[in-house]
């Protein structure tokens, strides 16, 4: 039976930011998968394909809706933008087309007002990645945050709630690593900060 869904009157659009071998597009993945368990009957998660290398920026893009979507391009005026990398703010795109009112939700130790970002946009922030050091989620040397920022972006938006977020990263991972992502989704939600 689905749950109860908060009324979108246009497709969500999320677009998200990393570095290829962080899970950027897992994480895009993820939170659409969370959305259809809620309710929303229409939900996308699309990679945007460039030089698909370890530590080469990337993107993708979710939407969420209560009808079904039909759209299936890069997303050019996100409601949400995700940063996996905090150094990828130095690129302009990873801003651009930012919803008045919409969200920025950046792995940082910084907090939003330190970051010193411009925009009519809020701003959450949260050090994933100590957390995800802390927890031990590094694969082949790289620190993996994808599923420790989605904690943030519960948090901060809301979209979906953790007991639902929780249920896909059963499903989606084996039991030697998925309590240790469940923990780090807890870790970031509870740590993230947010300000203007």
Same mark, same amino acid.
């Given at each position: 039976m689905a749950q109860k869904t908060a009324h979108i009157s246009r497709p969500l659009e999320i677009r998200w930011h990393g570095r290829g071998g962080q899970g950027a597009i897992t994480a895009a993945k993820i939170i659409a998968e969370a959305a259809y368990l809620k309710g929303y009957k229409g939900v996308t998660a699309a990679p945007s394909f460039g030089a698909e290398r370890r530590g080469?920026?990337?993107?993708?893009?979710?939407?969420?809706? +209560?009808?079904? @979507? /039909?759209?299936?391009s890069q997303v050019e005026n996100p409601d949400i933008v995700v940063v996996l990398d905090h150094t990828l703010l130095s690129y302009p795109e990873v801003t651009a087309g930012l919803a008045k009112n919409g969200w920025l939700i950046v792995n940082s130790n910084l907090s939003p007002k330190e970051l010193g970002i411009k925009g009519d946009f809020n701003i959450a922030t949260v050090d994933a990645t100590r957390i995800c050091?802390?927890?031990?989620?590094?694969v082949a040397g790289l620190v993996i945050v +994808?599923?420790? @920022? /989605?904690?943030?972006?519960?948090?901060?938006?809301?979209?979906?709630?953790l007991p639902t977020l929780e249920k896909v990263l059963r499903d989606r991972f084996s039991k030697n690593t998925v309590n240790m992502n469940i923990a780090a989704v807890h870790k970031t939600h509870d740590a993230t900060r947010i300000g203007k």
């Open positions: 080469a920026p990337v993107s993708a893009s979710t939407r969420i809706s +209560n009808e079904p @979507i /039909l759209v299936v050091l802390d927890l031990g989620i590094i +994808n599923t420790a @920022i /989605l904690g943030a972006l519960v948090r901060a938006t809301k979209i979906v709630d």
